[in-house]
């Protein structure tokens, strides 16, 4: 573990709106560091991995945090909204319940009620446990800067172990998921070390839609945490499961894909051949609650 020193000499901004911080992002971005719950970014102060020369903090800028559901069904997130505000929403327990879980699940309750579902997903690191669930959801980010906006999907968002495709001069201002196929359901699990309660050993999301009968797949996501450089979807053992029913057989042999697209590497948590083996467990076990999901929902629609 790295020793914690003192922060180091910075001048903190602190922006009222968005375009405000826009315009100080123009000025400063290659040498500034955005403030958002702080749950990251102190510690990597700390200990000096990052020496920024100005930190914007974005707490003031009330148009960040939102949860809201749009007119076609579609959600959006602003990119302030805590893990807290996330987990207690009542929109996104009912729609959303494993978004909600996996908010509940993400540290303490003192590290949820400051970190932000932005600052999860722009640090980039690969444990951060809201991208696979997110991806799997067909998610897609919003980013502004004094030349405009654009919308990427969360997928592409993310370029290497701790690199994103956003630029300096960008802000995140939320995170846009579409609406929810009929006869769908899906699942986030993780494991940590109970002494490690905001970091993830290995997380396995999926979502999954099934026809009217809920006999067949017909569609499905899978993406994982601390399994590559990047939030990783595997995508050769989603398409073996589409059109098929979800047997033992089939569990078996998208968990055996999933782990060959996977990419995990030995640390002092765990090594390479455990997550592995965590992979093909937590894979199978997302994929059976998510297919538990989407024919609750397709046998309560027939009725």
Request: proline fraction near 6%; include cysteine.
């Amino acid at each position: 573990m790295t020793y914690l020193r003192r922060l180091p000499r910075f001048e903190y901004l602190a922006p009222g709106t968005i375009g405000e911080a826009c315009d100080i992002l123009a000025q400063q971005g290659h040498e500034a560091r955005l403030l958002a719950g702080g749950t990251d970014l102190v510690l990597q102060m700390r200990r000096r991995e990052v020496v920024p020369r100005y930190v914007v903090g974005l707490k003031g800028i009330p148009e960040l945090a939102f949860i809201r559901s749009n007119g076609d069904g579609s959600l959006a997130i602003g990119a302030m909204t805590t893990t807290w505000a996330i987990q207690s929403s009542p929109l996104i327990l009912r729609e959303y319940d494993f978004l909600a879980q996996t908010a509940l699940e993400l540290g303490t309750l003192e590290v949820r009620n400051v970190a932000t579902v932005g600052g999860n997903i722009c640090g980039a690191l690969p444990c951060a446990d809201f991208p696979p669930p997110l991806i799997t959801l067909g998610a897609r980010v919003k980013l502004v800067s004094k030349k405009g906006e654009r919308v990427i999907s969360l997928e592409d968002f993310f370029l290497d172990l701790e690199q994103t495709a956003m630029e300096p001069q960008e802000l995140l201002t939320e995170i846009q998921i579409p609406p929810l196929p009929a006869f769908s359901g899906g699942a986030y699990i993780k494991f940590h070390d109970r002494h490690a309660v905001d970091i993830t050993t290995v997380g396995a999301g999926a979502f999954l839609t099934v026809d009217p009968e809920g006999k067949v797949c017909r569609d499905v996501s899978i993406a994982l945490a601390t399994s590559a450089p990047t939030p990783l979807r595997a995508k050769g053992a989603e398409a073996a499961l589409r059109g098929q029913p979800l047997t033992e057989d089939a569990l078996e042999e998208v968990a055996r894909l999933t782990c060959e697209e996977a990419r995990p590497r030995t640390s002092w948590r765990a090594t390479r051949e455990f997550r592995q083996e965590l992979i093909r467990a937590l894979t199978k076990r997302a994929l059976r609650q998510a297919w538990e999901k989407a024919r609750a929902a397709a046998s309560s629609q027939a009725r």
